[in-house]
Nanobody, 123 residues
Framework: VQLQASGGGLVLAGGSLRLSCAAS????????MGWFRQAPGKEREFVAA????????YYADSVKGRFTISRDNAKNTVYLQMNNLKPEDTAIYYC?????????????????WGQGTEVTVSS
């Protein structure tokens, strides 16, 4: 399974970005998908996850109400819509796939990772 993340960039605080993660080489529709981020000097942390069916989503408290995760199984793509961005959202964002369908917030349950896309929010 290969994951290709895109959509990062530089944005002013209060702005929006939409990240995309395109999957290939596997059965995307059966995978739980997650987004994680790693800020400079910090450990990687959970951001959001979506069950394989798309009907159940999970969010870190720090992004709840501002970020929305979604997926299009026909396009083998998962999205992260980020609104009202804050400087503390600055990080490299990674998408990840869990073929077993059990991964939510623990990065150790995700088997496949994208290369990351950088998000910088300036104040």
């Amino acid at each position: 399974v290969q994951l290709q993340a895109s959509g990062g960039g530089l944005v002013l605080a209060g702005g929006s970005l939409r990240l995309s993660c395109a999957a290939s080489g596997g059965t995307f529709s059966s995978y739980n998908m997650g987004w994680f981020r790693q800020a400079p000097g910090k450990e990687r942390e959970f951001v959001a996850a979506i069950k394989w069916s798309g009907g159940i989503t999970y969010y870190a408290d720090s992004v709840k109400g501002r970020f929305t995760i979604s997926r299009d199984n026909a396009k083998n793509t998962v999205y992260l819509q980020m609104n009202n961005l804050k400087p503390e959202d600055t990080a490299i964002y990674y998408c990840a796939a869990d073929p077993q369908g059990v991964g939510v917030s623990s990065e150790f349950l995700y088997d496949y990772w994208g290369q990351g896309t950088e998000v910088t929010v300036s104040s």
